[in-house]
């Protein structure tokens, strides 16, 4: 029996042994299965802290130097092996003033490993680097995945995506342990759902959070195609304009480059990043650096990857302004407006302009409306706000819609030509507002978005009417935008000015 009794107890006593083997190894693969660990570690940086750590003190030594004056929000950065584009990299990070703190970080990344539709954020675990941990913000991804079918938590698109990792060293190095992640990778090819997204994240662009966006741009033409084409799609980034991307990533394949795969292979993350930062005024976009991989002594010239540091900065103190034009610009533009309504409304034809005639000051990027009365009444308007243009090509091309196009009147008739009169309004950019109490009647015109409805008023119409704030509100909400008296406020407000001349 004794014997039987410790033959049983050794049993028992391996069985708990094994268990705990078990437990231990359960554990381990749960922990894997939680936190996100390196995937390209080894490969395009190296494994190695003390050996990583002294690459990046190395790289943010050869960027460029600090020379933002704002508070940057944004970073968009590329995401190749350090030997090719660290030094890219490290410019961008190096924007970041070294003594601001940040409680989030946006890390957008497109894929690059699988398709799925809208994006996914990491939710169950935190991110693992040879450097340590990075702690993700499970309150936000979690809050995000709950409100919006386009976000998802699948984690297969993160475990061998490289876009997002490859950054975390820098964030580290930059930042220290004070931030937390918010780790999205977009697998969306829809322009429309990356609208979405950004509609989604917008509320999270402040101060306080810094966006990076990851992205690698040309991918293998000749070094002096890539370098052309790259300044093409730097310059269509920096106009802040998510319509203007569209058209030179388009207009970029139409040109038959040699081996050129893409010119942006990050464009839906990017794309986000425009669709939140158009219609604020007090954003400045700066290229900080450009190099490809024909300039690294690993690459060739025959084909490379293009790679840019942008920086995205908040200028906050920095009110609206009006565009400040010369009475000689003035008269320039009327000349343009009439000259155009007269030949669209007579035969059709637009009027060729030659731009390199034309004063630096039209040449400039700017929105604009048309406006026309006919008898002191109103006879057609149509402007639009983004400055995509330089400013005399969108006043003709106002001046021919607002003569032809305004849903509210008839086409202009060729008798009534000598009876309309041309109004100019050129548009400062919009600002964000938080209260209507900053609205000033008479000086700003307002911008009411909520969902797809949008509608504005010119500053000039406060004044022509005479409303109270109350009046220029509801009226733009019911009767510009279709949401009702009071939708402007639940709705996003935003302000502008306007430099008005006409040819009276």
């Not at 190695?48 to 940057?72: C, W």
């Not at 196009?405 to 050129?426: A, G, H, L």
């Amino acid at each position: 029996m004794d014997l039987e009794g410790n033959v049983m107890k050794k049993i028992i006593h391996i069985l708990f042994c094994f268990a705990i083997v078990l437990s231990a190894q359960e554990c381990r693969t749960q922990k894997l299965q939680t936190d996100r660990y390196p995937a390209v570690a080894g490969q395009f940086y190296p494994a190695a802290a003390n050996e990583l750590a002294s690459t990046l003190d190395d790289l943010f030594k050869k960027a460029a130097p600090r020379k933002i004056q704002g508070d940057v929000i944004a970073l968009i950065v590329p995401h190749a092996g350090y030997v090719f584009s660290g030094s890219v990299a490290a410019s961008g990070f190096n924007q970041l003033d070294p003594v601001k703190k940040y409680e989030n970080v946006f890390l957008l990344g497109s894929s690059h490993r699988i398709a799925f539709e809208g994006a996914s954020v990491y939710a169950s675990g935190d991110f693992i680097t040879p450097l340590g941990t990075v702690k993700v913000n499970k309150s936000i991804t979690a809050d995000l995945v709950h409100k919006y079918n386009f976000f998802s938590d699948r984690t297969d698109a993160h475990m061998q995506e490289h876009s997002l990792e490859v950054q975390l060293p820098f964030l580290q190095n930059k930042l220290g342990a004070g931030f937390q992640l918010v780790p999205i990778v977009i697998g969306t090819q829809s322009p429309e759902v990356c609208k979405k997204i950004a509609d989604a994240l917008r509320p999270y662009l402040q101060s306080k959070n810094l966006f990076v966006i990851s992205t690698d741009f040309s991918h293998y033409p000749p070094y002096d195609d890539a370098v052309k084409v790259d300044k093409a799609t730097a310059d269509a980034i920096i106009s802040n304009s998510p319509e203007e991307l569209l058209r030179i990533l388009g207009k970029n394949e139409e040109r038959n480059i040699p081996n050129l795969a893409t010119s942006l292979c990050g464009w839906t993350s990017v794309l986000t990043l425009l669709n939140m930062t158009q219609y604020a005024s007090d954003v400045s976009m700066d290229i900080i650096r450009y190099m490809n991989s024909g300039d690294s002594e690993h690459g060739e010239k025959l084909r490379v990857v293009g790679y840019y540091a942008i920086a995205v900065s908040s200028q906050r103190e920095k009110s609206t302004t009006s565009y400040e034009l010369r009475a000689e610009d003035k008269k320039e533009l009327l000349a343009i407006a009439r000259k155009t309504v007269n030949m669209y409304v007579r035969e059709r034809k637009i009027p060729e302009i030659d731009s390199t005639k034309l004063l630096k000051s039209l040449r400039r990027h700017a929105g604009a409306f048309v406006t026309l009365h006919k008898g002191g009444d109103l006879r057609g308007c149509i402007g639009r706000f983004d400055a995509t243009e330089p400013l005399f090509a969108v006043v003709q091309k106002m001046a021919v819609a607002a003569s032809t196009e305004d849903y509210r009147f008839p086409p202009v008739t060729s008798k009534e030509i000598n009876d309309i009169e041309i109004e100019i309004s050129v548009l400062s950019p919009m600002m964000r507002i938080t209260s209507p109490d900053e609205i000033e009647l008479g000086k700003h015109g307002i911008y009411i978005r909520k969902g797809n409805r949008s509608g504005t008023f010119l500053p000039q119409v406060a004044t022509e009417t005479g409303w109270t704030k109350e009046e220029f509100l509801g009226h733009c909400a019911q009767d510009k935008a279709g949401i009702g008296w009071d939708g402007w406020k639940e709705a996003e407000l935003y302000i502008y000015e306007a430099y008005v001349f006409g040819e009276k």
